[in-house]
């Protein structure tokens, strides 16, 4: 078995069990403990899992796999990483929403409560700060999101130039967010926003 395998493995297991020994693992996959130990080192490194004495624990929940995480805060739909827009909140905690809408709506419900907010650019699919992201609104191009539909772009000049070709509005955040508001319409019938 390849070291890969092995590492596809052992963190398939971690998954599992939580916790696993390092003598475990070296039984059942046939080789040495210093093998075991070279194996899980990128699994350490990537902050999966933790060493303990003798073996290793899950470090964290891995935010794909927390129960709900996939779902937006706000509206409940299912998540679409690349739209999401996600709320960074003090003690490392994260909310999720399922797009620009979403996040913005709830992202004034939470006001200064949100440490950062992170969106991803619409063409390049790139991570960037909310608050620096230019917002557009009202374009013809129906990403099959919510209602008033919100797009996020890295570079002014690239919201503009999709503008230019799909129509409507480039805003800031703090336009988008006061714009949001008022063009409320509600996307679902079932949006129970959480109280905050
Ligand atoms: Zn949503
Ligand atoms: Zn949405």
Redo the contacts with the bound molecule.
Sequence with gaps: MLANERRERIKNLIRSRHNIKISELSELFGVSEMTIHRDIKPLVEEGIVIKTFGGITIARKEPEHAPGSND?V????KIDRRLSYRLILPENKVEA???A??GLLRHQQLGDKAIQAICHDFLFHTTISAPMAYFVMDALLDIG??QPQVLTFGKKEHAEGFVKGFGGLVLSFSEALERVHVKMEC?GTDKSPPTV
């Design positions: 937006c706000f509206c409940h739909r929403t399922c797009c809408h979403c999101c919510c996307c």
